[in-house]
């Protein structure tokens, strides 16, 4: 019945408060940095409040309070703690939390004029049934405010059922339903005031009144009887909670795992599917430049016979166009090998459109396929560098890649011009006459014989006295045309004109085949060592996986054995307090 403690209707604790047995009444102060200091009863206001700013800074300085008294609920080594409480003051929570380490039950207090609030809901499951402490004793102090028993037993409900929703909710949500049956809820209504104020005097009918006899028979019941149950299941339930968050920890490593795994093989598939288009792309790249050449290529075995038929055509309307009795045979020769040579142009000129077209083509295909590798590389390398696979071996197809983009397939220096022209010798076109043909028109004609000796006159004289003009024209081109044709086809085979454009249209996609050839040879470095280092990487990484699964999996055996084993001993524990 003494007034050790100070009390006041506001929050008044500010240290930590240890009340324990020893037969002389007496106080101790714990200072932070480590000294000791005995004082008396009457100076803890002094030290374990804040009523005042003296006592609060104080009070800032001490660790905690130990006071000694003869109490026999404090024998045997029981020690009870008086902590701050959970208040606005982040340093007195703390404490009070701290406290809650060392203890084996508590004790907790409740205001009639706030029963059972949402922080004291929050405070029983997280700081107390989160870590194990199941034995706890509510008390409700301060029923000497009630007006009647029946205002009293009212309150007592209230408040046991918002402790048992609260301890069900806890259970559902932590899925710890098994617990339910550990928790006894003890609930007690008591007038501290009232308690003190008759133990002082000796009245028993307001002790009575202040039902502290209830809670002080329970309590000593449960000293007496339950202690050692009551630590073991408290280490049983810490067992139980540190075993239950490892193996929460280890599901959400194992889960982990698996997401690693998912992104592993997300990321494989994901470069997989750009190198497979890739390679897609440099075959069909492949086999356009190769159908393309082989098509163009195609066109210079028939060079020879699209050459000679339009100079049949076009020296046949030159013959069949000209004025024989008006021309000489040189000048004759001259249009002749003139229309050879332009038409043999023209011919040129066309094959070398139809080449540059073709090769514009291809270089289009292949500068698009530059790109479409460019724009693969840059997707995929910041996975590339996630998985640590090489880099370094892209910078070659790069650079041959810029090479190919910056290709000019309309201004090749390299490329020389098409030539098909005959020989610049008019002399092909003159040709000798046995037999003559025409009067002044042979001598003007002037044919040479074999040998050079010049008949033209003598012959044209003698033929011109007997037939006409028109008749010895038509014989002339009679003679001339079979002639001309003759000499075309000879130039022709000597020019090898097939041979010609074949050559040119080689050297036109030269380069450019150097370039394709160099870069698709990178390239496929690049997909082949990927892939390789890929699927190196994959299969490391797949295979360590798997044996982390595996230990995983058979360490949360053994844990959920250790669970059931421990459940069972505190089923059995609880079976023999009851």
């Known amino acids: 019945g003494h007034d050790i403690l100070p009390s006041d209707i506001l929050a008044t604790t500010a240290t930590l408060s240890r009340i324990t047995h020893r037969s002389t009444p007496g106080a101790k102060i714990l200072f932070k940095d480590g000294r000791e200091q005995e004082i008396a009863f009457h100076e803890l206001a002094n030290y374990t409040t804040k009523l005042t700013a003296e006592s609060a800074a104080a009070a800032n300085l001490l660790k905690e309070v130990v006071i000694y008294y003869p109490w026999y609920f404090c024998q045997d080594n029981v020690e009870i703690i008086d902590t701050p409480g959970l208040s606005d003051d982040a340093d007195m929570t703390a404490v009070t939390l701290s406290a809650l380490r060392q203890c084996d039950m508590v004790i907790m207090l409740i205001s009639p004029l706030s029963p059972f609030s949402i922080s004291e809901s929050e405070f029983l499951t997280s700081q107390l049934l989160d ?3 199941f034995r706890i004793l509510f008390v409700v102090n301060g029923i000497d405010r009630c007006d009647s028993l029946g ?8 408040i046991k059922g918002r402790i048992k929703n609260c301890i069900k909710n806890w259970a559902i949500q932590s899925n710890n339903k098994d617990y339910i049956k550990q928790i006894n809820i003890q ?29 002080e028979y329970s309590l000593t019941r449960i000293l007496q ?20 968050e490892i193996l929460r920890n280890l599901k959400k490593q194992n889960r982990y795992l698996e997401l690693e795994q998912a992104n592993l093989r997300k990321l494989n598939q994901l470069v997989s599917k750009k190198i497979s288009i890739v ?71 066309t094959i070398q459109k139809e080449t540059q077209e073709a090769l514009l083509l291809v270089w289009s295909n292949i500068k698009d396929f530059v790109e479409l590798f460019e724009q693969s590389i840059l997707q995929i390398t910041p996975e590339i560098t996630q998985l640590g696979l090489d880099t370094t071996i892209y910078a070659a197809a790069m650079n041959i890649g810029r090479s ?57 004289g003698a033929i011109g006295a007997g037939v ?22 000879k130039q022709l085979n000597l020019m090898n004109v097939n041979q010609t ?47 982390k699964h595996k230990d995983l999996k058979q360490i949360c055996s053994e844990l959920q054995n250790i669970i059931h084993n421990l459940q069972q001993l505190s089923e059995q524990i609880s079976q023999q307090g009851t």
């Open 131 to 133: 870590n194990g402490i």
């Open 151 to 158: 205002d009293i037993e009212k309150l007592l409900l209230l």
């Open 187 to 215: 609930i007690f209504g008591i007038s501290a005031l009232q308690a003190l104020q008759a133990k002082q005097v000796k009245d028993i009918n307001l002790l009575a009144q202040s039902c502290l006899t209830n809670f």
């Open 225 to 244: 009887q339950e202690r050692e149950i009551i630590r073991l299941k408290i280490t049983i339930n810490q067992l139980l909670n540190s075993t239950k």
């Open 279 to 349: 390679r897609c792309q440099k075959t069909e790249v492949e086999h356009l430049f190769e159908n393309t050449l082989t098509s163009v290529k195609a066109q210079s075995q028939i060079a020879d016979r699209r050459l000679h038929k339009k100079l049949i055509s076009a020296v046949d309307r030159v013959i069949q166009s000209i004025d024989i009795n008006t021309i000489e045979q040189s000048d004759l020769a001259n249009k002749i090998l003139d229309t050879v040579q332009s038409t043999s142009s023209e011919l040129a000129h």
């Open 404 to 460: 190919v983009k910056l290709f000019d397939p309309f201004n090749q220096q390299s490329i020389n011009t098409l030539s098909l022209l005959f020989p610049s010798n008019l002399e092909v076109f003159i040709f000798t006459q046995p037999e003559g043909i025409g009067t002044t028109i042979g001598a003007v004609l002037g044919f040479v014989l074999t040998a050079g000796t010049p008949i033209g006159a003598a012959i044209g």
């Open 468 to 489: 006409g003009a028109n008749v010895k024209a038509n014989k002339f081109k009679e003679k001339y045309q079979p002639q001309v044709m003759a000499e075309i086809e």
């Open 501 to 547: 454009v074949d050559n040119y249209i080689s050297s036109a996609f030269s380069d450019l085949e150097k370039l394709k050839v160099s870069f698709i040879k990178e390239v496929m470095l690049i997909l082949d060592t990927t892939q390789t280092q890929l699927a190196q990487k994959y299969g490391k990484h797949e295979a360590m996986i798997l044996n």
